[in-house]
């Protein structure tokens, strides 16, 4: 009977413990979401968007941080972390794919059975419209899609011919193998940018490299430096900038290298590393024709982030008519576009080049 009795409790005891479990595990989304909401009001951060992904068993909650002035990033990240230790998760960094300053930091969390993604980047927020209804029949939009920072390995060629031809490649002119590199993907007949360097805020400038439009330089250097830049890339179509924050905010500066560019008959994509950028409008002044990016992809090196950007950049050129997104040369970048782009639904890949205007 005793035996009997301590089974009976034994059993019980587990059966409570399963089930105050299930009750945790239930509870870890909306714990999750309170802390984050906590942190980012005691900081002011009233433009951030939330959003759950319930992709797979964990839900994630993806966090957009948007802002056009400086934030007190370390102090963000040292609150959001205390506040996820004392509820029992855990948070840490997470890698950044767009290296410009565009994006500013990024993290990820776990609170039980719930994952978290925050991101800050410098760009004011936007609103994404819904999927169109399938019931009515609409035009479908156009996507141009572009990855950067080609010319460092030959290894991503075979992952690069494994995408569609419109995706187009922006070309480094000052990487290892930038020549070799362009002249292989004009080869897979893919439209080809020269990815030129310019000069971003702050002091140090990590993946710069030589050969930079820089701010102060007068109209014969921009000139100089854009024709070393096209002898190592080769025929283009057209010019995107890498980095560039300070260099695409300077009408000066801008005005200059477009009066090289225009003779050539190439366009310009802004790649909007600021909001402050006066590309596209000194372009237009000009008559360079241009367009400019409108989604990121892979601003952090994460799968789930990039399908959402991928879906997010269909959905604006379902609803603006066309879109332009950004991504890199990255494994996983390639990885993701080589599944979801066939899958894309009321979207058109076109090449960039015919979306200008």
Sequence with gaps: MLALLLLVGVVGGLAWLVGRGKSLAKGDPQRLEQAVREVLERHQISNATLTWERKGRQPLLAVQVSTGQPMAIQRLALELEAALHNLGGRLEPLP?????????????????????????????????????RKARAVRPGKLAVVLDDAGHSEQVLPLLQQLPPE???????????????????RAQGREVLLHMPMEPEGQAHPGLGEGAVMV???????????????????????????????????????????????????????????????????????????LQRDVFLDV????????????????????????????????????????????????????PSALVR
């Design 167 to 185: 995706v187009a490649v922006a070309v480094l002119p000052n990487a290892p193998a930038s020549r070799v590199v362009a002249e292989q993907l």
């Design 300 to 351: 952090v090196e994460d799968e789930g982030a990039i399908r959402s950007a991928l879906a997010t950049a269909a959905s604006l050129a379902r609803s603006q008519g066309h879109a332009v997104a950004i991504g890199h040369v990255h494994p996983l970048t390639l990885r993701v576009l080589a599944e979801q782009l066939p899958r894309l639904e009321g979207v058109e890949l076109v090449r």
């Design 216 to 290: 102060g330089m007068d109209a014969q250097q921009v000139a100089q430096v854009l024709e070393q830049a096209l002898e190592v890339v080769g025929p283009v179509a057209g010019v995107n900038n890498h980095m560039g924050s300070r260099a695409t905010a300077d009408r000066q500066l801008m005005g200059d290298f477009f009066h090289a560019l225009a003779p050539r008959g190439f366009y310009f994509l802004d790649s909007r590393t600021t909001s402050a950028s006066v590309a596209a409008e000194v372009a237009q002044e000009k008559g360079v024709p241009s």
């Design 96 to 132: 950044l794919l767009e290296r410009g300053e565009y994006a500013q930091a990024a993290w990820q969390g776990t609170l039980g059975q719930a994952r978290l993604r925050l991101v800050v980047i410098q760009e004011p927020p936007r609103s994404v419209p819904p999927p169109a």
